[in-house]
């Protein structure tokens, strides 16, 4: 069996968005499985994967250039879940071509600002040309992984994701590093990739499968003890197919894995150091 480190995840995630940016054609937008030549990537059922990775924004996207909507890679709508407010500062973990950072950029307006955090420096450079062409100056964006950002302690009102933390092989050190750049009282709202049971060792150890944002997905009982682990209260998750129903406290299914995409919620205590 295969044994995949932190930094080989690290890489191959890396050299895949990497490739996905620097080849990226408007007319033929982008998306988690865009590269692949079969269906490793996501799987055999695409209804599935089509399913999961669709990001369904509700706020308007038709202001943005096709070179920003083209290269939306994420699996939900963090945007409308945030709920974001005039002056707030916002984070936004593995920012990708930028289109989360823009459209809440907007949101906070130009007395907020928004940090997009990458770890591709092509996607990095990506998400600038993005932001000429966008014309907002309250963005900015940073080479860093997400698990050691290079972002100041209680700096942040709100974190943003959109299917970026299920490719982080420690998801447990991406909550900390969140709580820790979150200001007492500041919240995630974050679209991931997240599952009702758990995968195999040999479907954890699918490289495709994990830089295509399947294998590296957690069972949501793991999933919401890291996030309590690092300290956050107030915690939710929700399929973005059911969002009437609570998933945060729910059992794992015994005989198969459930794929689903996830709206997350969480707080920082007020009094939290």
Known sequence: MITLTPDRIHEEVKARYGRIAEEFQVEASGSCCADAVDNSCCGEDNDQAVELFANLYTADTEWLPDEVTGMALGCGDPITLANLDEGLTVLDLGSGGGIDCFMAARQVGPNGRVIGVDMTPSMIEKANRNKEKV?????????GQIEDMPVESDSVDVILSNCVINLAPDKAAVFRDSFRV?????????SDIVTQGHFSPEDKADMASWTGCI???????????????????????RDKKAPDVELADSLSLNDEVRVFSARVTAVKPKGAL
């Open 215 to 237: 294998a590296g997905a957690d069972d949501v009982g793991d999933y919401v003890a890291a996030i309590r682990n690092a300290g956050f209260t107030e915690i939710s998750v």
């Open 135 to 143: 014309g907002l100056d309250n963005v900015e964006f940073r080479l």
């Open 182 to 190: 979150l200001k007492p009282g500041g919240r995630l709202a974050v």
